[in-house]
């Protein structure tokens, strides 16, 4: 038996949920759920119902797991408490300092409705979090690190664009070459913002514009640059389009610790993902964990769950003594 | 309140096991078993109980989970389905190919014990399964890699010093670096087992010995040898001591996978252990899992579990609240 998914939202994201589930052989999209006009979606495959996002409460009985896509600044903080209500939902929400908020949130809606949510899925929040847990429980004397990148990072490349004078931007978050490997050494490093992470803006100004005053407003912008080693290019709109239309990014969590006795001992745990499209990764991980949802909400549990609380096995469309036999 | 652990025999795992439990606030170490006489047995820390394997019954009421620290060829398919039936236990059994018929054996005693007991504990089996089916189940098309190494193979290791002229050797698995590199890039080609470990091994020849004769025999030796590029450096038994007597070991699981409608976007999962001691971070997991399997008894569930069946919050100290905070 298939199980029957919904994406609520349909960008970027909701795109790469589609692809996702038309690749997967247990699950079927039942439909996409937009805010716009339905009759003005073109959809990723061809066939796929569109509504619009008022028709939802009528399909209650025929989605078994909604997938959520929209966006963590306004979008999700709504939306996934109400559509808790009515189905098991997932979402990406990542705004890390608001995930207890909207955890309970979520977690009231869901237990109301008798349904199961799982928040903050992707990769961080998501994969790079399981694997903090993991490393952590099992190096209890250690230390931890993320590094993200070499990637885009959609927040800088909307800050740059707000500056006056500029038509369009990308900016990269990048490691760096020597903290990565310094933290690979299992030293334990401490390490500055400025010496983890370098930022490389690419910019397409308008004519005429100050571009030195351009540069000068990137690199001491409070948040998101001052802390960073930054460099600005600016190039042309056609080159911007040729060489930064992807949206590539990926990163490294890393662990060192040490055992035995006088802790003599150290060992390294690195988890690295590099990613072509970063929406598209993350709707993968969503998708797994949608089928996860799927199997707590047939055992009967309830409420809002995260990726700590779900056992590897749930994302799996293998069955136990598969698993066991091909994988361990 | 302190989760009480017995360990049940006591090698290098169990040497480990002890001290990765003295080093977790959360974990008291009852007691260690042994089948060698109590008295003669040295413990890491001092004031450690020493108990015969024998009075094991007498202490169902006084160990929370019991870590088996047996082998796999012999020690553990008796001990393992012997001690479920009246402790909870946690087991590092890794013959993979025997891991079904065991787990059937140890989930029939557990449950007839009424306790709970998770097998294959470790890193591989263990962490680089979790690591593979996490991959796969996100990245639905796509090709995983394990390879081992830079480390010592016991197995191998024992199977140089059978040979007859061998004082003593050591042996190690090397990943063959345009191997992991090609796997890395994310072309996902095939790759023999010669492509993809190099093997190296130290001996110590006794005086007269026919070198040529033993380097022969090592490198063409059925299943160890014969289908690897071995190489073969004689040394003294004083270098083969000072530079070799550590058991490092690591390795990495990879995987590449490919997204979108026409799978135009690839992707590079890779997890990865770079260990100075190996029993000693199989140790370090065990305890975790050995916390993760008192959580689980204490909810009244019973029977064989995997890592598979395991969410990670289980095996941390911290409560599912702070993990959220800190973590997610």
Same mark, same amino acid.
């Given at each position: 038996m298939s199980i029957r998914i919904g994406i609520y939202g349909y960008g970027n994201l909701g795109r790469g949920v589609e692809s996702a589930i038309m690749q997967?052989? $247990?699950?079927?999209?039942?439909g996409i759920f937009t805010r716009?006009?339905?009759?003005t979606v073109k959809t990723v495959f061809e066939g796929i119902p569109v509504y619009h996002?008022?028709?939802?409460? %009528?399909m209650t009985d025929k989605i078994d797991v909604m997938v959520i896509c929209g966006? %963590?600044?306004?979008?999700l903080p709504e939306q996934t408490p109400m559509l808790a209500k009515a189905f098991n939902v997932i979402d990406s929400f990542d705004t890390h300092a608001k995930i207890p908020e909207h955890f309970e949130r979520v977690d009231a809606s869901a237990k109301n409705g008798g349904k199961v949510a799982v928040i %903050?899925?992707?990769? $961080?929040?998501g994969m790079f979090s399981v694997n903090r847990v993991y490393a952590d429980s099992i190096l209890a004397n250690g230390s931890t690190y993320t590094f993200w990148g070499k990637g885009v990072s959609q927040g800088h490349s909307d800050a740059i664009r707000?500056? $006056?004078?500029?038509l369009d931007g990308k900016q990269y978050t990048i490691p760096v070459e020597s903290a990565l490997e310094a933290v690979r050494s299992g030293s334990a490093p401490e390490l500055t913002t400025r010496q983890k992470h370098l930022r490389e803006c690419f910019v397409v100004a308008k004519e005429g514009a100050d571009k030195a005053r351009i540069e000068n407003e990137i690199k001491t912008m409070?948040?998101?640059?001052?802390?960073y080693d930054t460099t600005v290019h600016f190039i042309t709109a056609e080159e911007l389009k040729e060489k930064h239309s992807g949206i590539p990014h990926g990163g490294f969590v890393i662990r060192s610790g040490k055992t035995g006795k006088e802790l003599e001992n150290t060992h390294v745990i690195e988890y690295s993902l590099k990613l072509d499209s970063n929406p598209e990764f993350t709707a993968s991980v969503l998708v797994a964990y949608a089928r996860a949802a799927y199997r707590l909400a047939c055992e009967g549990q309830t409420g809002c769950k995260t990726v700590?609380?779900?056992?590897?096995?749930?994302? %799996?469309?293998?069955?136990a003594e598969q698993l066991r036999h091909d994988y361990l």
């Open positions: 997967s052989s $247990d699950l079927t999209l039942v716009r006009n339905p009759k996002a008022d028709e939802v409460e %009528s966006g %963590s600044a306004t979008d %903050s899925v992707g990769w $961080d929040p707000r500056i $006056d004078g500029v409070p948040n998101y640059f001052a802390d700590f609380d779900i056992p590897p096995a749930y994302l %799996s469309p293998k069955s």
